[in-house]
């Protein structure tokens, strides 16, 4: 295991700029031509949105949050190299999440996993622990038996301490939202083009601007202003996305993230407004006290404000997409590709 992040077989091999991904998917598709034309699938992100909700059913014996995503991760590299339309993703979802467990040392018997995902999906996986250690082997392949993965929880963690510590100082809610965007950053590319503390800090701005104590108001011409709605807080849930009801749902949330990057984005101005050592005297924007603490940290650290952007528009998107997914039309899409092409034996 490497020391550090950068180090690291994920920074290695298993970090990809966006083109490079578009280009990955681009060959497999070409490759696999005739079968995805046959069976095609609705968005990607409806799938992994899917295959999370599934994946929470099968752990709700494991609440560790880190195996959860350590799965997703694993999920993520092998479609990479196999379309959806030629695994059965039951299989690799609970496969991945067995070998999940084993890495992120809080392992379960392979005969306990395989009976807890036959209760849920009976007429996809057969009652024989071979096939898992079969797709277990093609996992690991896969991945060159690269199985630790670093999650952005770590960077959290060390960042909502007191400020005298290098902290953020944030507050509970502060936390359990940040927890929770980075949750639903695995439903998206980002575990593959962004280093884990960009998530985590892009996770935490967000987290900052949607609480009512922390809005930003500005008052330098062209600084672009954005308005936190008077919402209760949300509701601190770690292991799901339900946390962002108290925001109106996805709808409300990516409206008020979209108040966020417009103006092709709002962290840059800002950031660049804190540092300009010569902005006018007459020009007083004024952020809360905890996002000026944000503001200084962006504006003092080498953090590249342009993957921060660009993470925060994923969500954005992300979000956006949750509106129209439909869990029956996703469950349906699965089943005909797993029957129509004999996954299920």
């Keep these: 295991m490497a020391a550090n992040y950068w180090t690291s077989t994920q920074r290695q091999f298993w970090h990809f700029t966006p083109s490079q991904l578009v ?103 057969l009652g024989d622990v071979s096939r898992i250690g079969e797709m277990e082997f093609s996992l690991i392949s896969e991945m060159r038996s690269q199985l630790i993965i670093w999650h952005p929880y770590r960077t959290l963690i060390e960042l909502k301490g007191p400020e005298k510590e290098g902290g953020l100082e944030l507050s509970n809610d502060e936390v359990g939202m940040a927890w929770s965007i980075i949750n639903d950053s695995y439903l998206t590319d980002l575990p593959l083009t962004c280093a884990p503390h960009t998530i985590a800090i892009m996770a935490i701005f967000l987290a900052v601007a949607f609480q009512p104590t922390n809005k930003v108001t500005a008052g330098v011409s062209g600084l672009p202003t954005f308005q936190i709605p008077s919402t209760p807080n949300p509701i601190i849930n770690n292991t799901s996305s339900a946390s962002f009801q108290g925001l109106g749902g996805r709808q409300g949330m990516s409206a008020v993230i979209n108040g966020v ?55 954005v998107s992300l979000y956006e997409v949750w509106e129209s997914y439909s869990e029956k039309a996703v469950k349906e899409s699965l089943a005909r590709i797993i029957r129509g092409r004999g996954l299920d034996k």
Aim: hydrophobic share 40%.
């Design 23 to 125: 280009s990955i998917r681009s060959a497999l598709a070409a490759q696999h031509a005739a079968v995805i034309n046959q069976y095609p699938t609705s968005d990607p992100r409806h799938i992994l949105i899917f295959l999370k909700d599934q994946l929470l059913r099968l752990s709700r014996r494991q609440s560790r949050q880190q195996c959860l995503a350590t799965t997703l991760v694993y999920i993520h590299r092998y479609l990479l190299t196999h379309p959806l339309q030629t695994i059965n993703p039951y299989l690799l979802l609970t496969t991945a999440f067995y070998l999940a467990s084993k890495t992120e040392e809080s392992p379960h018997h392979i005969r306990a996993v395989l009976g807890e995902a036959r209760q849920f999906w009976p007429e996809f996986l």
């Design 261 to 315: 990057v417009n103006s092709s984005a709002s962290i840059g101005p800002i950031v660049n407004a804190a540092t300009d050592s010569k902005m006018k005297s007459n020009t007083k924007p004024v952020p809360s006290e905890k996002m000026q603490r944000i503001i200084r940290f962006l504006a003092e650290s080498s953090i590249d404000l342009e993957q921060i952007i660009n993470a925060t528009q994923q969500i």
